[in-house]
């Protein structure tokens, strides 16, 4: 609006539009003036968000979309919609005290809570060697607003009411968002401050970027989401293995940066473990994970997350047993731990399987 030499206020009624009433198109925004619309249009500009191109509903209520971004040429990018929590986000204890804010409409709909997954990068640089997102390489970040625009395209197809529905946000999709960091957390406080969700319902995965943790450290509380580390080894070795960034940024250096974030009450960090089938499951390093996250000192919770399978990565799934006593030995020790359910594995829509494939 400052570069068409209008009012700020303006800009308030665009962005309520956008981002509260979600129009998707400049002539709808019945708040600006006709002619003041007329003219915008005339001079070339738009409103709008990415759009679904293509949606996959999975046997457990899953759905994954490929998200058309157009910022810079047409790309398509995955985002989740995974009614009733992820199992890992929800019902976990990191929301005690929260009120079940549901109403009666989403028990029609056939969900009471949901998560939506969304993606930073068209792609990743990042490498990890369990990843079918790492195949594409990184093509290009994504704006704020493509960011946002993910999330409120979901909502919008899943008539969700923003203040009343229970609806988490994980940025967890593909790419990495400490390596498109502005852009993130220029997204995060559309979502905030426009939208009106809360950031206490959001929580951002990183493979481990060190500065990208120091500054997300800086960020206020009002807008900044909970903290989960993407760690997947028990020791620097099999890191290394698994995740080449280890190399750069070594465990103890990761766990160093978060230790800089100032926790809200009752708030943990989430390690995020993916078990790979005789690579990263046996008894033995679960015992090291153990006294690895007690070393951290920090109030900390591990969500387990059973490997899942892509053509052409030479991993195994593990089995529901290794897994189980996986967890169980954590519980023993005092670490709060969760396996969490795959969503969506049929239709390409779980932890690491995001590769804008085609095929539902
Ligand atoms: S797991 Fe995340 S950080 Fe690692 S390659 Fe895949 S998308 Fe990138």
Redesign the pocket.
């Known amino acids: 609006m400052a570069a068409v030499d209008e009012p700020a206020w303006r800009g308030r009624q665009l962005a309520e539009a956008m981002y509260r009433q979600w129009v998707t198109e400049l002539a709808a925004i019945t708040a600006l003036p006709q002619a003041l619309r007329a003219r915008l249009g005339a001079e070339g500009w738009q409103v709008g968000r990415p759009a679904i191109a293509q949606a996959f509903r999975s046997a457990d209520g899953t759905e994954r979309y490929l998200i058309e971004c157009h910022a810079a040429g047409p790309q398509m990018v995955e985002t989740v919609w995974m009614p009733e929590g992820d199992g890992g986000e929800t019902g976990d204890g990191s929301e005690a005290g929260e009120q079940n804010g549901t109403g009666e409409d989403s028990a029609q709909r056939g969900w009471r809570r949901a998560t939506i997954c969304v993606s930073s990068?068209v792609?990743?640089?990042?490498?990890?060697r369990?990843?079918?997102?790492?195949r594409l390489g990184l093509e290009r970040n994504l704006s704020a607003g493509e960011i946002a625009g993910q999330v409120v395209a979901v909502l919008d197809r899943q008539r969700v009411e923003v203040g009343r529905d229970r609806v988490n946000v994980v940025f967890?999709?593909?790419?990495?968002p400490f390596?498109n960091y502005d852009n993130f957390m220029a997204a995060v406080r559309l979502l905030v401050e426009e939208v009106g969700l809360s950031p206490q319902r959001m929580t951002v995965?990183?493979?481990g970027i060190v500065p990208g943790i120091e500054r997300f450290a800086e960020e206020p509380a009002e807008v900044r989401p909970k903290l989960a580390i993407?760690l997947?080894a028990p020791n620097n070795a099999i890191r290394g293995e698994v995740?080449p960034?280890n190399r750069k940024w070594p465990i103890e250096a990761v766990v160093d940066a978060v230790r800089k974030v100032r926790l809200r009450p009752r708030e943990r960090v989430t390690f995020e473990y993916?078990l790979l089938g005789g690579v990263t499951d046996r008894p033995e390093h679960a015992l090291e994970l153990t006294r690895l996250i007690r070393r951290t000192g920090l109030p900390a919770k591990v969500n387990l997350i059973a490997w899942n399978p892509g053509p052409d990565l030479h991993y195994t799934t593990p089995t529901p047993e290794a897994a189980e006593r996986f967890r169980e030995t954590l519980i023993a020790a005092g670490v709060p731990a969760y396996l969490r359910r795959p969503r969506g594995r049929d239709i390409y829509a779980a932890?690491?399987q995001?590769k804008r494939t085609v095929e539902g």
Request: hydrophobic content about 40%; proline content about 0%; some cysteine.
């Open positions: 990068q792609g990743c640089a990042v490498n990890c369990f990843c079918l997102t790492a967890m999709g593909m790419g990495e390596l995965s990183t493979s993407s997947n995740m960034i993916v932890c690491g995001l």
